[in-house]
C-alpha cells in the first residue's frame, strides 16, 4: 500500500472517516493501484479497491459441483454417522 503522511507525523496506509470524506478524490484515486483502509475509532472498518480489483476477488471461479468434485475427500470411502438428536428449546 502506498503510505499516506497524515496530520499526526506518522506514515500509514490508512485513512480516518473525516479524512477519507475531506479527501475523496484522492481516496478513490489512490485505490486504483492500493486498498485504502478506512478506519473508525482506531480500527480498520472498510476498504477501498478499485472497480477492477473488486471484479477480480468476486468472480466466480466454478460451481459448487466442480468444487465439490475436486474435493482431496473424495474416493476416501469415510464413513459419517448422522446424529439424530432432538432439536433444541427455543423461546421466542
Known amino acids: 500500500m ?3 503522511k497524515k496530520s499526526s507525523g506518522h506514515d ?3 485513512w480516518t472517516i473525516a479524512d477519507a470524506k475531506a479527501r475523496l478524490s484522492e481516496v478513490i ?3 486504483q493501484t492500493d486498498p485504502q483502509v ?3 475509532h482506531g480500527k480498520p472498518s472498510a ?3 478499485s472497480a477492477e480489483e473488486w471484479a477480480r476477488k468476486t468472480e466466480r471461479k466454478g460451481t ?3 468444487f465439490l468434485l ?3 475427500l473424495r474416493g476416501a470411502e469415510l464413513e459419517l454417522d448422522r446424529v439424530r ?3 433444541r428449546d427455543l423461546d421466542l
Do not use: F, M, N, Y
Open 2 to 4: 502506498t503510505a499516506i
Open 12 to 14: 500509514t496506509d490508512s
Open 29 to 31: 484515486e489512490r485505490a
Open 38 to 40: 478506512i478506519t473508525r
Open 47 to 49: 476498504v477501498i479497491v
Open 64 to 66: 459448487l459441483a466442480e
Open 70 to 72: 475436486a474435493s482431496p
Open 85 to 87: 438428536d432432538q432439536p
